[in-house]
Nanobody
Framework: QVQLVESGGGLVQAGGSLRLSCAAS????????MGWFRQAPGKEREFVAS????????YYLDSVKGRFTISADNAKKTVYLQMNSLKPEDTAVYYC???????????WGQGTQVTVSS
C-alpha cells in the first residue's frame, strides 16, 4: 500500500513558477511509476508527467514539455513537479499517482489546487 500526500499548490500569475511535492509512504517504490495528473473544471483528468522510480525515465504531456520537470528523490520518497512559465490553461487540481508495474494496483493523492491568473 502506498499513500500519497501532495503539497505546493497555490495562486500564481502567468509566467510564474510553482513546485509541487508528493510525499509517498510505503515499504518500497522500486516497481512503481510515479505520475502527475490534472483536472480542470468541466474537463476530464489528464496525464501531465511521469517518472520511473527505478530507471528515471520521464514522459510529458506535449503542452508542458520544456516548462515542467518531474523528478524523484529516493531518499525522501518524494516526487516533484517543477512548473515554470505557467499559463492560465495550467489551472487545475493536480494529483499525484503511483502505478505498480508488477500487478494491478495504483494509488492517488488528494490533489492540490493550482491557479494561474492572467
Amino acid at each position: 500500500q502506498v499513500q500519497l500526500v501532495e503539497s505546493g499548490g497555490g495562486l500564481v500569475q502567468a509566467g510564474g513558477s510553482l513546485r509541487l511535492s508528493c510525499a509517498a509512504s510505503g515499504r518500497t517504490f522500486r516497481n512503481y511509476v510515479m505520475g502527475w495528473f490534472r483536472q480542470a473544471p468541466g474537463k476530464e483528468r489528464e496525464f501531465v508527467a511521469s517518472i520511473s522510480w527505478s530507471g528515471g525515465e520521464t514522459y510529458y504531456l506535449d503542452s508542458v514539455k520544456g516548462r515542467f520537470t518531474i523528478s524523484a528523490d529516493n531518499a525522501k520518497k518524494t516526487v516533484y513537479l517543477q512548473m515554470n512559465s505557467l499559463k492560465p490553461e495550467d489551472t487545475a487540481v493536480y494529483y499525484c499517482h503511483a502505478l505498480l508495474r508488477t500487478r494491478p494496483y495504483d494509488s492517488w493523492g488528494q490533489g492540490t489546487q493550482v491557479t494561474v491568473s492572467s
